[in-house]
């Protein structure tokens, strides 16, 4: 009986996984894969499932072994028996050619191949096994190691899978011009908080125009000429927009340009500067007049608005008092 489960053991064939697959092949197989860029989900988890299984093949092998020890004599051991030991001994040193572990590999094989000369009857208490099984719970931690960054690859590319069907959704969807002028909303913050952090102030020039932007509240013309409101402002945050026949984009008061730059692919947007902390700012704009730095007159000229899907020249239209949007309405003329 105890010459059968030794048998087992060193043969070392594992039913219960990967097709029958001993260690040496699971081995040559997960080394062969690991030398392979991981280009799909499959191919990971392939190499997982073999990982798995050498890890069960490997603890199977030691709690047998174990149980061998335990036993206090051991009659006979076939030749067969010991040719799988050799073979591999043989193995684990060309495998780890080199190193430590080599060494070790090439000492158990010397050892194994003098028993074998002198036919020895007891070598499952003898040192060079003690070394496989401890070099087989290195390699139980080796793999163990190996899975957890398999995972986190997996994770990684069902995310990657998870993003790139939202994105495929988002693009179906087709998008309103009110999405467009919606979305500038974040950068615009950005762009104020910046040069809030800067501490640049604009100071009023009285000498052209004395009144500040506090003092034009409820007074101040509309941005598009000859316009009327399309959209009112959200308590959300969503942005007053203009319409009208005509395209003339003017300043509601004097400032300074912080920014005049395209945000799309026909979206001019230019963002002002005033006293006390205000700004203002002018979006979906298919030309601008101005550049950063330049300071502006109330009711200059900014740039043109673009047409909508309507043939209506289209404005969005925003006040800030420092980071915060609020409603333009209160501070236009006749709003």
């Not at 979305?183 to 809030?196: D, G, L, M």
């Not at 002018?282 to 673009?306: D, M, T």
Request: charged residues 20%; glycine residues 4%; positive net charge.
């Amino acid at each position: 009986m105890k010459v059968i489960v030794l048998f087992i053991l060193f043969c070392i064939p594992s039913f219960a996984f990967m097709q029958n697959l001993s260690l040496s092949e699971l081995n040559n197989q997960i080394t062969k894969l690991s030398q392979e860029e991981l280009s799909t989900s499959i191919l990971a988890n392939k190499l997982l499932e073999l990982r798995y299984a050498y890890i069960e093949t490997l603890k199977d092998s030691i709690s047998m072994f174990e149980e061998l020890e335990s036993e206090t004599n051991v009659d006979s051991v076939s030749n067969q028996i010991m040719d799988n030991l050799i073979n591999d001994a043989y193995f684990r040193k060309i495998q780890n050619n080199g190193s430590k572990k080599s060494v070790n590999a090439s000492v158990e094989l010397i050892h194994l191949l003098s028993l074998k000369s002198h036919g020895s009857k007891d070598i499952t208490r003898t040192n060079p096994n003690k070394q496989k099984v401890k070099f087989w719970q290195e390699s139980i931690k080796s793999q163990e190691e190996a899975i957890v960054k398999l995972k986190v690859y997996l994770s990684s590319e069902l995310n990657k899978e998870k993003t790139k069907q939202q994105n495929q959704i988002t693009e179906a969807k087709p998008k309103s011009n009110s999405d467009e002028l919606y979305n500038t909303n974040s950068i615009v913050k950005q762009i104020i908080i910046a040069s809030i952090e800067s501490g640049i102030k604009y100071e009023l020039e009285l000498s052209k125009d004395p009144k500040s932007f506090k003092d034009r509240q409820a007074f101040m013309s509309w941005p598009l000429v000859n316009s009327m409101i399309k959209d009112r402002f959200s308590g959300n945050g969503k942005p007053m927009v203009f319409i009208s026949d005509q395209s003339l984009v003017q300043s509601v008061c004097q400032g300074q340009v912080i920014y005049a730059k395209k945000l799309g692919p026909n979206n001019y947007t230019i963002v002002l500067m005033h006293s006390d902390n205000y700004y203002t700012v002018y979006s979906r704009l298919s030309s601008a007049f101005v550049s950063y730095g330049q300071k502006i007159l109330y009711q200059e000229s900014l740039g043109s608005a673009s047409l909508n899907n309507s043939g209506k020249n289209e404005l969005q239209f925003e006040v800030w008092k420092g980071s915060k949007n609020i409603d333009p309405i209160h501070w236009l003329k006749n709003g």
